[in-house]
T-cell receptor, first 117, second 112 residues
Framework: SAVISQKPSRDICQRGTSLTIQCQVDSQVTMMFWYRQQPGQSLTLIATANQGSEATYESGFVIDKFPISRPNLTFSTLTVSNMSPEDSSIYLC??????????????FGPGTRLTVL | DQQVKQNSPSLSVQEGRISILNCDYTNSMFDYFLWYKKYPAEGPTFLISISSIKDKNEDGRFTVFLNKSAKHLSLHIVPSQPGDSAVYFCAASVSYGQNFVFGPGTRLSVLP
């Protein structure tokens, strides 16, 4: 499986500020995804980030609020801009990876727990 | 409209017994399904997958069954162990390389 790390693991931020979350993978992967898990809810896809192209955002998420960078095949960042308490959530990086001859599977990083005051 | 449903928010099972977690979906185009386990403060961990060409896939204590006509899949854990206590998410996609839609999760508690 792919090993994924995220920084920071958690943060407490003030309203109106921005936070950039980093995602590092130990293998080159084409497709990277950013998810959000709000308290008590399931995982919601924010955007798909492929290297060399603009990120594709899901309904309800926009680039101005969640700018994403994908400079190479092992790294991506997600910025949560102009934060409000409603942005308090766990943010998860995920990659698509083919493992042990299985069909492509998504693997997740440990998540970044964000609290906005 | 929720495309992937897990109607039981929680489930308690005695250690050594079978745990059965259910998942229903509404989109008939879904043809690839995954189960994830998630512990608190950790990212989801991939458990097992199944594609629509199969009706069963087994990996150790974990077996996933797919009933396409009923748009239903289930995860069986036998025997259940206390370390299996976690939230289990069912996820579905319309094809390889497409993003997955996640169910709301079922919290499994395995009692010693």
């Amino acid at each position: 499986s792919a090993v994924i790390s995220q920084k920071p693991s958690r943060d407490i931020c003030q309203r109106g500020t921005s936070l950039t979350i980093q995602c590092q993978v130990d293998s080159q992967v084409t497709m990277m995804f950013w998810y959000r898990q709000q308290p008590g809810q399931s995982l919601t896809l924010i955007a798909t980030a492929n290297q060399g192209s603009e990120a594709t955002y899901e309904s309800g998420f926009v680039i101005d609020k969640f700018p994403i960078s994908r400079p190479n095949l092992t790294f991506s960042t997600l910025t949560v801009s102009n934060m409000s308490p409603e942005d308090s959530s766990i943010y998860l990086c995920s990659v698509e990876y083919q493992d042990r001859g299985e069909l492509n599977t998504q693997y997740f990083g440990p998540g970044t727990r964000l609290t906005v005051l | 409209d929720q495309q992937v449903k897990q109607n039981s928010p929680s489930l308690s099972v005695q250690e050594g017994r079978i745990s059965i977690l259910n998942c229903d979906y509404t989109n008939s185009m879904f043809d690839y399904f995954l189960w994830y386990k998630k512990y608190p403060a950790e990212g989801p961990t991939f458990l097992i997958s199944i594609s629509s060409i199969k009706d069963k896939n087994e990996d150790g204590r974990f077996t996933v069954f797919l009933n396409k006509s009923a748009k239903h899949l289930s995860l069986h854990i036998v025997p259940s162990q206390p370390g299996d206590s976690a939230v289990y998410f069912c996820a579905a996609s319309v094809s390889y390389g497409q993003n997955f839609v996640f169910g709301p999760g079922t919290r499994l508690s395995v009692l010693p």
